[in-house]
């Protein structure tokens, strides 16, 4: 006979951070993978940088090409999730319809989905300024930067509201934790 802990935690999620650039996404989720690695769960990752490289390499920056990227990384993040794997994804995602498209294809495949909204002010961003992005823009060396010349529609009500200006990494982290643990996530 087998001894199973009560609260053994087998089911799969994803989490999705959204946020301007600079906003602390994938720092919060890296933080998180850890902790969470850390009590034993199945955790990855799927950074927008580099699915951007390998996953959706082609794809551009307009409005069809971005909603196709996100629902790709959303794809690949259900079926993780729906294989016992938290799936934080830390992708910007700016279009609220896209994001929408995810949580549905999550919903009818009753996987849980949690939205993430890492909501750091662009003030605060364009100084973080983590890939020089902003400088860019501000030069004339890149348009259709998301929040500044590019449209970004935050989430109305997204799960979880988080400010990274206002605490540090781990508290970001422990935030997302806490949520998870609520609805019997971790």
Known sequence: MTQTR??????????????????????IAYELAGRLRA????????????IREFLSAGLGFSREDRHTNVQRIGFVAELL????VLALVPVIAPFADSRE??????????????EVHVATP???CSVRDVKGLYA??????????????????APQTPDLRIES???????SAAAVHALLSERGLA
């Open 122 to 124: 662009v003030e605060v």
């Open 39 to 50: 009590e034993g769960r199945r955790v990855e990752v799927l950074d927008g940088d580099e």
């Open 136 to 153: 860019k823009q501000a030069a004339g060396e890149i348009s259709g930067l998301t929040g500044v010349d590019d449209p970004y529609e």
């Open 6 to 27: 009560e609260n053994h935690v087998t089911t799969g999620a994803t989490v999705w951070l959204t946020g301007l650039p600079s906003a602390g996404k994938t720092t």
């Open 101 to 114: 498209a995810v949580r549905k294809r999550h919903q009818a495949g009753g996987t849980a989905y949690l």
């Open 165 to 171: 200006q206002d605490q540090t990494v781990q508290e």
């Open 81 to 84: 999730a729906r294989n016992g």
